[in-house]
């Protein structure tokens, strides 16, 4: 690890950043017809005509655009751009009936389906917040607030701790099984740990701090493996390991058995999340004042599973899932878990100043680099094999979009650039 080495790493992931990334979303994502993003294109860049509008989509959108514009990037045009997601959100996916977000629109903002999903309401807190900490524009923290309020009300289990996760539309719990109303997740709980970080930054205020450090408790002592640190994905209300199953409503789990059941369905980890749970509680614990040095053991172990068992050395890149334990299940490469490994590894060298963790993110990098991105056109492909040939060649769709990707290089610079001045 050199200076030159980091200052051209970092040149690299900015380039593709301001030239090729975030040109191909603002030049196509704005729908000046129907308002809001369009977020469906195929390999070229072109749009697929797909009808619709998710509420993760919309909201990642957002997030994406609002927090490229706090970087520093698009030289203030990214604000209006955050407007128009924002507006659109509010005025067209807001339920004012019962409140909280409809879960998918078409493209002129009717509604297609109205449950209430709470993976797509954590980024709604999280975009909403983010996009008044980039504007100033205090809708977004208002309606933020609002869904914080009806996760309090609604889903919020007083009896076991955490968050019921699938609600119809009046805020009625969903059935069990593949409906999602008995189960609770890795997912839901490290996204509204990110959504209550982002919100306490924006409000300051005392019952937000508290929330997201009793989810974070939560996640230190039922949801992550208490011997190997690594994320247990599904669980039942009393926090029991439940197998991961297929929801009826689903985020981005397309790989499934035809039964509907995950293979070693309770005994998988996922490598980037992993990673990107330690990054987001190292982020957590600086905007609440804590010092992540604290939890040093805790990230160390997360940092060198991930290091020891999902690197590929021989063809690059991050490993998809494997056991508790240690191994791989899944050789395959996901777009998002690149994403995510970057700025977590990058986390651990500026924290540990460990070698193995900088040959490990250079590793990433290259593989994200040479094989991901889509020459020419500047998105990532969402799924490859092990040696980097394209599987998936859709550039976007509801599951796939800019929230990984942008926020990696804008991150990875940030991590480059405080490393570089770290080094003479």
Known sequence: MNKEEIINLKNEAENHLINELL?????????????????????????????????????????????????????????AMAKHGADFLINKMWDEKHGGF??????????????????????????????????????????????????????????????????????????????????????????????????????????????????????????????????????????????????????????????????????????????????????????MKIDPNSEKDLFRTIFDHTVDNGIDWEFGGVYVEGPHSGGVYDKEKEFWQQAEALIGLLDGVLMFNDEKYWKAYVNVHRFVIDKVVNKGVGEWYPLLSRTGVPIWTHMSHSWKINYHTVRAMIQSVVRLEKLSASLK
């Open 102 to 287: 409809f879960w998918m629109m078409n493209r002129k903002g009717e509604v297609k389906i109205d449950q209430k999903i709470i993976y797509g309401h954590s980024f709604a807190i999280y975009s909403l917040s983010e996009y008044t900490l980039a504007t100033g524009d205090q809708r977004g923290v208002e309606y933020a607030e609002k869904v914080f309020d009806l996760l309090q009300k609604y889903c919020a289990d007083t009896r076991y701790g955490g968050y019921w996760e699938m609600f119809h539309r009046d805020w009625t719990m969903c059935g069990p099984g593949s409906q999602g109303g008995d189960r609770k997740t890795l997912d839901v709980h490290m996204h509204l740990m990110e959504a209550f970080t982002t919100l306490y930054e924006c409000t300051g205020k005392e019952v937000h701090r508290r929330k997201l450090a009793e989810n974070i408790d939560l996640l230190l002592n039922k949801i992550i493996h208490p011997q190997y640190k690594t994320g247990i994905p599904q669980f039942y209300k009393d926090w029991t390991v439940a197998p991961q199953i297929k929801f009826d409503i689903i985020w981005g789990w397309d790989r499934f058995s035809p039964d509907g059941e995950k293979g070693n369905a309770t005994d998988n980890t996922c490598y980037g999340h992993n990673a990107e749970f330690a990054h987001l509680l190292i982020h957590a614990y600086r905007i």
């Open 23 to 79: 040109p191909f979303w603002t030049s196509r994502m704005i729908d000046t017809v129907n308002g809001g993003f369009l977020t469906h294109f195929d390999e070229n860049g072109n749009d697929t005509g797909e009808d619709e509008k998710s509420l993760i989509a919309q909201t990642r959108c957002l997030f994406t655009i609002a927090s490229a514009h706090r970087a520093g990037y698009g030289n203030g045009t990214y604000a």
